[in-house]
């Protein structure tokens, strides 16, 4: 019997407020797979997200999620949004936050407090973040929060997880090391990642296949692929240069729709055209 793929998008595009987002989407994500989900502001990476999610819905094609239909593989998939801000005072502390994970879901039973409990210190312990289980989330580093989401995401075991940028406003020694506990998650409970990021390089390492979005259009692969000029120049409907340096990848737009540069987390102001970006 074949296993059916986690994601299976067919011919779906997505139209909000009378505009097209998301258009032609045909693709599938094998089980198990780790996948970067790259593109400029606006290509339609949270969108994408959403409609995985069921939250919003195809105006044309299918979508399935697991071999089910889209929406009934919800509770399947465990999600960390992107941005989250706390304020200091937040009465929440690092474990509650953790907890929501639980509390999200539709059991139609309540867990047990204890067997709670337990679970949301094993994924505590689990993301490494057991010494600021009491800490108030407001106060604690953008690293850190970062790592209860995961925690929070992961706390039902879901066979798919969705990662909405969770680099940004991280340093490059937590970025790198919230890449490799998502790894290493993914990998022992064969869990398959999309992993949504500007920048592609700190993903290399890791990444079976790459989702490159631009202008609401997606092309999917290996990064030897799909990280080609003529694979993006098409995507982009203009001239797109990629560069190798130091095995480093930088994908260079003439007329690009994001005027900087996104490199190891860093965004240098650079208005001139042509502007790398990602
Ligand atoms: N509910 C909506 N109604 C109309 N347009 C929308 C809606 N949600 C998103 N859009 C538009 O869809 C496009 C894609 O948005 P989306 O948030 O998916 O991009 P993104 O790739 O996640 O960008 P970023 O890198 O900034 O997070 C944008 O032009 C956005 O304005
Ligand atoms: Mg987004």
Known sequence: MSVEPAIAMDQ????????????????????GA???????????????????LGLIHPSSGTIRVLGM????????????????????????????????????????????????QQRIQEM??????????????????GGERQRLLIAQALLTNPDILLLDEPLSNLDIRSGREIIELVDEIARERQ?????????????????????????????????????QPEVLSRLYGQPVDV?????????IASDSVVPFTHFEGVAHGQPSSPSPHL
């Open 69 to 116: 239909p889209v929406g009934k593989g919800r509770r399947r998939i465990g999600y960390v949004p992107q941005s989250f801000a706390a304020d200091p005072d937040l009465p929440l502390r690092a474990k509650d936050l953790v907890g929501l994970g639980l509390d999200g879901e539709r059991w139609g039973f309540a867990l047990p407090s204890r067997s709670r």
């Open 12 to 31: 779906v595009d997505v139209v909000l407020s009378g505009h097209t987002i998301l258009r032609a989407l045909d693709f599938s994500i094998a089980r």
């Open 34 to 52: 780790f996948v970067g989900v790259i593109g400029p502001n606006g290509a339609g990476k949270t969108t994408l997200i959403r409609l995985i």
């Open 124 to 141: 505590l312990d689990r993301v490494g973040a057991s010494a600021y289980a009491n800490e108030p989330v407001g106060t604690l580093s």
């Open 243 to 251: 560069l190798r340096v130091h095995g480093r990848i930088l994908v």
């Open 191 to 227: 869990v398959t990642v999309l992993f949504v990021a500007h920048d592609m390089n700190p993903l290399l390492a890791v990444m079976n296949e790459v989702l490159y979005l631009a202008q609401g259009r997606a092309v999917v692969g290996s990064v030897d692929d799909v990280v």
